[in-house]
């Protein structure tokens, strides 16, 4: 039983794509708010974001969602997933909007990918990167159950995260530079891919969430 997912809602993102996709993944219910009782008493959080780091962060603080997702990643350690620019924020700093603080939850740097961005065989690739790209798994987790080692994602950013603790690097992608596709400590999962655009594999990627218990 998943209980209640909490997806927050500070006014930025794909949140009603997020919910259909985990109602869809087998949610028993799903609310798309920003009100700190319902976080509270929601068994799991989901923190997802598009757009601009300066505002989504303005957003973040003014809604007071930067003090409910600590207290849903640290006091209540409840399963926490968080999505593309969610997973951005969790890092100490942006340079995004001439460089902007993060949540600082994670330490590390969110880079832009550069410009001009090259594969290995020096053919010019396109920021953002828009499209399907192949994640290597680089350490097990309850949340890769059931998806192949390899498996292609969604994924639409300019930006990459760039964790400091290499440690928690759960998946990579490879775009003219490595870049973190997934990040996991205790608690929290975090993809830069979209797993709610992601088909079978995305859904695969949301049912384990809905079915894990928080612990790696």
């Excluded at 740097?109 to 399907?132: I, S």
């Excluded at 760039?162 to 440690?167: C, L, M, P, T, V």
């Excluded at 049912?207 to 894990?212: A, I, P, T």
């Amino acid at each position: 039983m998943s209980g209640v997912v909490a997806v927050i809602d500070y006014g930025m993102g794909n949140l009603h794509s997020v919910a259909r996709a985990l109602a869809h993944a087998g949610a028993d219910r799903v609310l798309v708010t920003h009100d700190a009782a319902e976080i509270r008493r929601a068994d799991r959080v989901v923190f997802p974001g598009v757009g601009a780091m300066r505002d989504c962060m303005a957003e973040i603080r003014r809604l007071h969602c930067d003090a409910l997702l600590a207290d849903a990643l640290l006091e209540q350690r409840k399963p926490v997933l968080a999505i593309c620019v969610g997973m951005q924020a969790l890092m100490t700093h942006s340079e995004e909007n001439d460089g902007v603080d993060c949540l600082g939850l994670i330490p590390g740097e969110v880079r832009y990918f550069g410009n001009p961005l090259t594969d290995a065989g020096g053919q010019r690739l396109k920021v953002p990167h828009m499209g399907w790209n192949t994640v290597r798994q680089t350490r097990a987790h309850p949340l890769w159950n059931g998806i192949d080692d390899g498996t292609r994602f969604y994924f639409v950013h300019s930006f990459y995260v760039d964790a400091e603790d290499r440690s928690l690097v759960a998946g990579a992608v490879d775009y003219g530079v490595t870049a973190d596709a997934a990040l996991a400590r205790d608690n929290l999962f975090a993809t830069q891919f979209h797993p709610e655009k992601s088909h079978t594999a995305g859904l695969q990627l949301l049912k384990n969430f809905l079915e894990w218990t928080g612990q790696c």
